[in-house]
C-alpha cells in the first residue's frame, strides 16, 4: 500500500520553502501563454521607474528654491527660474510621484487578481480531486485557514515584492549616486552604513518575530479547527450539555494564541524602537556633517535641506521595510503551506489514455478482491462477486465485515491492493474517473445537503435540469408534496448540513437527485438504516422503484429491507461465508439465519 499523505496540520512550509515559493509564484507572474499579462508587468515597472525619479528629484528642486530664497544661488539663475517657477516644478514633481503610483497599481490590478483567481480555483480543484484517505484525515478549520492565509500571501508578495523592495533598492540608489556627486563620499559611507546596519538589524529581528509568528498562526488554526468543528457537531454538544465543555477547550486554544500574539506585540516594540534608534543615528549624523559644512562655506543652507529631505525620504521606506520584510518572510511561510496543500498527491488518479466508462448493461464484478486501509490490517480478504446487469445484490454483514468497503472500492475512492473490480468487463483502474461516477448513483445513510435550497440540492444530480426535471425526480421520491408545501418550495433553505429537515426528508432529497441522475447502476450504503420504522417502510418502497432497470448493489444493515433481492451475499471478517435468495439462506440455517432470528427477535421485544 502507499503511505498515508500527510494530514494538514502538517503542512508547515518543510518541503516547500524559501526561493522555491517564489519559483512556484513566478509562472502566476509572467504566464508564457499569457502577453496581456507580461505586457501589463513591464509598463507597471517602467511607471514604477519614472516615479521614482520624480520622487529623486524632489529635493534636488528644494534645495534650488531654498538657495534662491536665501540669496545663494546665482543671479542668472534667479532670472532665468525663479523661486515661483521651482515651487510650481516641486508641486508637479511631487504629483508625478503620486500619479505614477497610481498608474502603476492600476496598470498591475488585473495581474494580481488573475494570479489570485487562478491560484484559488487550482487549489479548491485539487482539494477535491484528493482521496478519501487523506479527507478523513484533515482538519476542515485548519485546512480553510491554509487556503486563506496562502491566497493572502500570493497577492501581499505579488504586490509588495515587486512594489516595496524593488522601488526601495531603486530609490536607494538613486539617492546614493546624487549624495556622492552632489555633496561627497563622506555623506555617501554613512548613508550606507546606517542603511547596512538598519536592514541587518530589521531581517534578525524579523527573523526571531517569525518563529513567534509562525507559533501564533499554529495557535489560530488550532483554535479556529477547534471552533468549526465544536460548530459542526451543533447537536452532540446539545444533547451531551457540552457547551461549558467546548467553552473552556475553546479558551484554551485561544490562550495560547493570546500568549504568542502578545510576545508577537512586544518584539514589535522592539523592533520599532531599534529601527528608530538607527535611523535616527545615521540622521543626526549626516546632519551635523551638513551643518558643518554650511558654517564654514562649502555648502549652502539648500544642500542642508536637500541632506535632510534625502535622509527623511530614506527613512520613511526603511520604516517600512520592517513591516514589509516580515509580512513578506509570513507570506513565504503561508504560500508555503498553501503549495505543500496542492504537492499533497492524489492517491486516486487516472492512468494515461484512460478511456471512458462504456456501460453496456451495468454487469458489476469483484475479482478476487484483498484491500485493507493500512498494511497491516487487511479488511477485504479475497472477496469475488459479480452483480448481473439490472440484478440487485444484497450485501449483509456484522459491523466491521467490509459492506462499506465494497462501495467504497467501486466508486473508487481508494484502489484495491490485489484482485480486481470491474464494470461490464472494465477495470475501473482503466477508466476515467468522470465517467466511472457520472455511472454510479449513491443513495448513503446519512444524506448530507448543501447550505442552499432544496431545488439546489436536488438539481445537484444533474446540474443541467430544468425546473421541470427537478419537479419530476422529487414527485418519484415522494417529496414533491412536502415541498409544495412550504412557504417557500423549492426555494427553501435547508440550512447547513441540511439540519432544517428531518431525516427522512433529507433522504428523500438525496433519493430525489439521485433519480435525476439517473445512473445505470446505484449503490444503496445502509440508506435507511438510520431512520425510523415507518419513514424506511415509505422510502424503502422508492429505493424499490427506482432499482427498476438497474444494477443495485445494497448494503444492508436491516436485513427485512433486502428480503426481496436477487441475490443476498453475507461477508463475515472480509470474506463471503454464504450467498443465495432470502428463503434458501434461511433454509440453510447458517450465519444470515442467525442475523434473522437476532433482528426478529429485536423487532418482537421492542
Aim: proline share 2%; net charge neutral; hydrophobic share 45%.
Amino acid at each position: 500500500m502507499r503511505p498515508l499523505p500527510k494530514s494538514d496540520a502538517n503542512l508547515n512550509g518543510d518541503k516547500i520553502e524559501g526561493m522555491n515559493v517564489l519559483r512556484k509564484v513566478f509562472p502566476y507572474l509572467w504566464p508564457a501563454d499569457k502577453a496581456w499579462v507580461k505586457r501589463r508587468v513591464v509598463i507597471a515597472l517602467s511607471v514604477l521607474v519614472l516615479s521614482k525619479l520624480a520622487s529623486a528629484g524632489v529635493p534636488l528642486i528644494y534645495k534650488r528654491i531654498v538657495d534662491i530664497m536665501s540669496g545663494t544661488a546665482d543671479a542668472a539663475e534667479m532670472l532665468a527660474i525663479g523661486a515661483v517657477g521651482l515651487t510650481v516644478a516641486y508641486g508637479m514633481a511631487r504629483l508625478m510621484n503620486v500619479g505614477f503610483q497610481q498608474l502603476r497599481d492600476a496598470v498591475f490590478a488585473p495581474v494580481g487578481q488573475r494570479a489570485l483567481r487562478q491560484l484559488a480555483i487550482e487549489t479548491f480543484t485539487h482539494i477535491h480531486r484528493l482521496s478519501m484517505r487523506y479527507h478523513i484525515t484533515r482538519k476542515t478549520g485548519g485546512l480553510s485557514r491554509i487556503i486563506e492565509r496562502g491566497v493572502k500571501g500570493v497577492d501581499f508578495l505579488l504586490r509588495f515584492l515587486l512594489f516595496s523592495i524593488g522601488p526601495l533598492v531603486l530609490e536607494l540608489l538613486m539617492i546614493a549616486v546624487i549624495l556622492y556627486f552632489a555633496l561627497d563620499a563622506w555623506y555617501l559611507a554613512v548613508v550606507v552604513i546606517t542603511i547596512a546596519i538598519y536592514v541587518q538589524f530589521t531581517f534578525k529581528v524579523t527573523e526571531w518575530r517569525v518563529r513567534i509568528r509562525k507559533k501564533m498562526n499554529e495557535q489560530d488554526t488550532d483554535a479556529n479547527q477547534k471552533a468549526v468543528d465544536s460548530l459542526l457537531n451543533f447537536e452532540t454538544v446539545k444533547y451531551f450539555g457540552a457547551e461549558e465543555w467546548e467553552a473552556n477547550r475553546y479558551d484554551r486554544a485561544m490562550e495560547q494564541y493570546e500568549k504568542a500574539a502578545l510576545q508577537t506585540s512586544y518584539s514589535l516594540a522592539f523592533l520599532n524602537f531599534g529601527q528608530s534608534l538607527i535611523i535616527t543615528s545615521g540622521l543626526i549624523a549626516v546632519m551635523v556633517m551638513a551643518a558643518i559644512g554650511v558654517e564654514n562655506g562649502t555648502l549652502t543652507v539648500g544642500d542642508f535641506v536637500m541632506v535632510n529631505a534625502y535622509m527623511i525620504q530614506i527613512t520613511m521606506p526603511l520604516n517600512f521595510l520592517g513591516s514589509v520584510y516580515r509580512e513578506i518572510r509570513q507570506a513565504m511561510i503561508d504560500m508555503a503551506e498553501m503549495f505543500n496543500l496542492l504537492e499533497q498527491p492524489s492517491e486516486v488518479s487516472d492512468k494515461s489514455g484512460a478511456n471512458v466508462l462504456n456501460v453496456q448493461g451495468g454487469a458489476v464484478r469483484f475479482d478476487n478482491v484483498r484491500f485493507g486501509y493500512d498494511s497491516e490490517r487487511e479488511i477485504l480478504k479475497g472477496v469475488t462477486l459479480d452483480v448481473p446487469a439490472g440484478q440487485t445484490v444484497a450485501i449483509v454483514g456484522s459491523s466491521g465485515s467490509g459492506k462499506s468497503t465494497i462501495g467504497r472500492l467501486l466508486f473508487r475512492f481508494y484502489d484495491v491492493t490485489g484482485g480486481s473490480v470491474s464494470i461490464d468487463g472494465q477495470d475501473v483502474r482503466d477508466v476515467t474517473q468522470d465517467s466511472l461516477h457520472k455511472s454510479i448513483g449513491v443513495v448513503p445513510q446519512d444524506t448530507v445537503l448543501f447550505n442552499d435550497t432544496i431545488g439546489y440540492n436536488i438539481a445537484y444530480g444533474r446540474p443541467d435540469a430544468s425546473r421541470d426535471d427537478v419537479i419530476a425526480a422529487a414527485k418519484a421520491a415522494r417529496i414533491h408534496d412536502f415541498v409544495k408545501s412550504l412557504p417557500d418550495g423549492y426555494d427553501t433553505q435547508v440550512g447547513e448540513r441540511g439540519l432544517k429537515l428531518s431525516g427522512g426528508e433529507k433522504q428523500r432529497v438525496g433519493i430525489a437527485r439521485t433519480i435525476l441522475k439517473n445512473p445505470p447502476i446505484l449503490l444503496l450504503d445502509e440508506a435507511t438504516s438510520a431512520l425510523d420504522t415507518e419513514t424506511e417502510r415509505s422510502i424503502q418502497a422508492q429505493l424499490a422503484a427506482m432499482g427498476q432497470g438497474r444494477t443495485v448493489i445494497t448494503i444492508a444493515h436491516r436485513l427485512s429491507t433486502i428480503a426481496d433481492a436477487d441475490r443476498i451475499v453475507v461477508l463475515e471478517k472480509g470474506q463471503i461465508v454464504e450467498e443465495g435468495r432470502h428463503d434458501d439462506l434461511l433454509d440453510q440455517n447458517g450465519r444470515y439465519a442467525r442475523l434473522w432470528a437476532q433482528q426478529a427477535a429485536e423487532d418482537n421485544a421492542a
